[in-house]
C-alpha cells in the first residue's frame, strides 16, 4: 500500500544510468544527517550517513555529499537498478537529540 | 536476528474512538521511536523512550501519548480520534547511543473514518 507522498518530486531514470537526488536541509545546527530509502508498504531502510565534519562519504554504489555552507544534501546511486525504484528521504538531526527531521522525499523510478 | 515489528499493520477507527499500536524493538535495543507519516506532512517524530522513559517529544498534541515496557516494547496511544490522525504510523529501534542507526518497522496504517 502507499505509504508516501502523493505529489513527490520525481526523477526518472534509465537502468545502468547514475542517479543523484538532491535534498536542502533547514537547521543549521544539524550535524548528522542521513538518506533513507522506502518501498511501498515498508518502513525507512536506512542507506548511508555522514556526519558535518565530513563533506562526502561513500557506500556501495551510493556516495552522498554534504555542503553545509549552503545547506545541501545529495544522494548518489551509481547504475542504478530498478530495485531502487522507491522513494529517498534525507533526514538531519543534531547530536544529543533523538528526533530526526526528515525531508519531503523524492520518489525514483528506473526504467528497465 | 528478527527485526522491529508492529502490530496491528492495519486499523479502522472511527472518529473519537481511542486506539493502540504496539511495537516491539530488536532484540537488545532499548531506544523506540514512533513517528507518523502522512502525504501532507511527511514524516514527522512524535516521542521517543529509552528504558521506559520518554526522552523526546515532538509537536504533536497530548491526545498522543506512548510508553514502553522493561522488555523494550513500546505502545502509543491516540485519543479522541480525529479524522486527520488517519497516517501510517512508524516505529523505529535503536540502541540509544548517540547518533546510532535507527532501524523502522513496517508501520501500522490507521484509517479514521
Known amino acids: 500500500g502507499e505509504s508516501v507522498g502523493l505529489h513527490l518530486p520525481t526523477l526518472s531514470v534509465q537502468e545502468g544510468d547514475n542517479s543523484i537526488i538532491n535534498c536542502a536541509y533547514s537547521?543549521?545546527?544539524?550535524?548528522?544527517f542521513i538518506w533513507y530509502k522506502q518501498e511501498s508498504g515498508k518502513g525507512p531502510q536506512f542507506i548511508i550517513d555522514?556526519?558535518?565534519?565530513?563533506d562526502k562519504r561513500q557506500g556501495q554504489r551510493v556516495t552522498v555529499l554534504l555542503n553545509k555552507t549552503v545547506k545541501h544534501l545529495s544522494l548518489q546511486i551509481a547504475a542504478t537498478q530498478p530495485g531502487d525504484s522507491a522513494v529517498y528521504f534525507c533526514a538531519e538531526k543534531r547530536t544529543g537529540r533523538r528526533a530526526l527531521t526528515f525531508g519531503s522525499g523524492t520518489r525514483l523510478q528506473v526504467q528497465p | 536476528k528478527a527485526g522491529v515489528t508492529q502490530t496491528p499493520r492495519y486499523l479502522i477507527k472511527t472518529r473519537g474512538q481511542q486506539v493502540t499500536l504496539s511495537c516491539s524493538p530488536i532484540?537488545?535495543?532499548?531506544?523506540v521511536s514512533w513517528y507518523q507519516q502522512t502525504p501532507g506532512q511527511g514524516l514527522q517524530f512524535l516521542f521517543e523512550?529509552?528504558?521506559?522513559?520518554?526522552?523526546n517529544k515532538g509537536n504533536f498534541p497530548g491526545r498522543f501519548s506512548g510508553r514502553q515496557f522493561s522488555n523494550s516494547r513500546s505502545e502509543m496511544n491516540v485519543s479522541t480520534l480525529e479524522l486527520g490522525d488517519s497516517a501510517l504510523y512508524l516505529c523505529?529501534?535503536?540502541?540509544?547511543?548517540?547518533?546510532?542507526?535507527?532501524?523502522f518497522g513496517p508501520g501500522t496504517r490507521l484509517t479514521v473514518t
Open positions: 523512550y529509552f528504558s521506559e522513559t520518554q526522552r
Open positions: 555522514i556526519r558535518s565534519n565530513m
Open positions: 537547521n543549521s545546527a544539524s550535524d548528522y
Open positions: 532484540s537488545g535495543h532499548r531506544s
Open positions: 523505529a529501534s535503536s540502541t540509544g547511543t548517540s547518533n546510532d542507526e535507527q532501524y
